[in-house]
């Protein structure tokens, strides 16, 4: 069965250091979004990309943050300058593309990766 | 206030018994899911609804539009039901999802 994948499972880095997540959605998909749970908290969305342009961001995902979709297959999120409250599970989901619009399409998840921020 | 409050935040229960989880929403919405979240970490997408019931094995979930309200049920519950689950809604106009905080199960055998 088709999954999300997203790497590294782990990141830690220092802060002011850029990181980058990685995620592949379902290869026929055409909705990508970031989500993210910071320890203990409710999943937060930060934003949802289509037809190669970010599509709607949330006031979390200011201009530390950027994504990007290099080739067919990648999804990527970029914090430029980490910090210590950028430490969180983040969460990548793919859905299906049709007429209809994304929240009511079923939204297939990563396993996250958990970002640690020193 | 938040938009989407679910209980109970904490729920036991031992092997075998029927389960109920609750989801109330203020906003208006387009669909109404419920997510799995394993002690590990990973989501899993368990219905998506936006009137009625659906079913899925041990697993039924209903939603009232009129009372902004859903439910999840689990009959026969199994220590590998153990899991946070969340409930999130999609409004019109917008793309994201809105979550709730999750209720915690633990089945004991």
């Known amino acids: 069965e088709p999954e999300v994948t997203q790497t590294p499972s782990h990141q830690v880095t220092q802060m002011g250091q850029e990181v980058i997540l990685r995620c592949v959605p379902i290869s026929n998909h055409l909705y990508f979004y970031w989500y993210r749970q910071i320890l203990g908290q409710k999943v937060e969305f930060l934003v949802s990309f289509y037809n190669n342009e970010i599509s709607e961001k949330s006031e979390i995902f200011d201009d530390q943050f950027s994504v990007e979709r290099p080739d067919g297959s990648n999804f990527t999120l970029k914090i430029r300058s980490t910090k210590l409250e950028d430490s969180a599970m983040y969460f990548c989901a793919s859905s299906e593309g049709d007429f209809r619009l994304p929240p009511s399409l079923e939204q297939y998840f990563g396993p996250g990766t958990r970002l640690t921020v020193t | 206030k938040n938009e989407v409050e679910q209980s109970p935040q904490n729920l036991t229960a031992q092997e075998g018994e029927f389960i109920t989880i609750n989801c109330s929403y203020s906003?208006?919405?387009?669909?109404l899911h419920w997510l799995q979240q394993h002690p590990g970490g990973g989501i899993v997408s368990l219905f998506m609804?936006?009137?009625g019931k659906k079913k899925h094995g041990r697993l039924i979930a209903t939603i009232n539009i009129q009372e902004k309200h859903s439910s999840l049920h689990i009959t026969a519950s199994h220590p590998r039901d153990s899991a946070v689950y969340i409930c999130a809604v999609g409004s019109y106009n917008t793309d994201k999802l809105i979550f709730g905080t999750g209720t915690r199960l633990q089945v004991f055998p």
């Open positions: 609804l936006s009137s």
């Open positions: 906003v208006g919405i387009s669909a």
